[in-house]
T-cell receptor, first 116, second 108 residues
């Protein structure tokens, strides 16, 4: 199957700092990537859809100025959590569909963010 | 009402048991359905797609009833390694909607 690589797998940061998470499609091009957040014992909640070469589409209730998404190439999307707070601590995970336009989602390994 | 609803469990079953998970979806425009498996602190992995005609993959059988907007997953002869959270997923190429997951623990 297709491979999506996410980095870092875990990060601990101080409150008020920013954290960047990278999501790469390794063996296919992804014009669209999806960013999810998952709190303990809850489902994956879609935060935003990242579109290569254009602005991301954010879900209702997700602050676009806090969660900056950049999709500058066909294989890389980044999510930056700006001015992180303890309530931003969560499991962040990206996915891309392969082949492009298909419905099978391949997930990155996820990033466990802890803000202290 | 959630777009995709499933019983959160937990389901605790003995090894060798047969267990069934159910899921309902509210968006009649959903085109594709899947069952994903998620191990603790890991990313979800596709278990199987779900087709209207029903499909089987070894010990796993998935069924879709579009009229009732209902999806099921049957696991036969449960193994210890089947312990995980099973996510019901519906949607289209543009967006997938995940259920909250059903937790399964297979006991020795």
């Amino acid at each position: 199957g297709a491979v999506v690589s996410q980095h870092p797998s875990w990060v601990i940061c101080k409150s008020g700092t920013s954290v960047k998470i990278e999501c790469r499609s390794l063996d296919f091009q992804a014009t669209t990537m999806f960013w999810y957040r998952q709190f303990p014992k809850q489902s994956l909640m879609l935060m935003a859809t990242s579109n290569e070469g254009s602005k991301a589409t954010y879900e209702q209730g997700v602050e676009k100025d806090k969660f900056l998404i950049n999709h500058a190439s066909l294989t890389l999307s980044t999510l930056t959590v700006t001015s992180a707070h303890p309530e931003d601590s969560s499991f962040y995970i990206c996915s891309a569909n392969a082949p492009p336009g298909g419905t099978e989602a391949f997930f990155g390994q996820g990033t466990r963010l802890t803000v202290v | 009402r959630k777009e995709v609803e499933q019983d959160p469990g937990p389901f605790n079953v003995p090894e060798g048991a047969t267990v069934a998970f159910n899921c309902t979806y509210s968006n009649s425009a959903s085109q594709s359905f899947f069952w994903y498996r998620q191990d603790c602190r890991k990313e979800p992995k596709l278990l199987m797609s779900v087709y209207s005609s029903g499909n089987e993959d070894g010990r796993f059988t998935a069924q879709l009833n579009r009229a009732s907007q209902y999806i099921s997953l049957l696991i036969r002869d449960s193994k210890l390694s089947d312990s995980a959270t099973y996510l019901c997923v519906g949607g289209s190429a543009r967006q997938l909607t995940f259920g909250s997951g059903t937790q399964l623990t297979v006991l020795p």
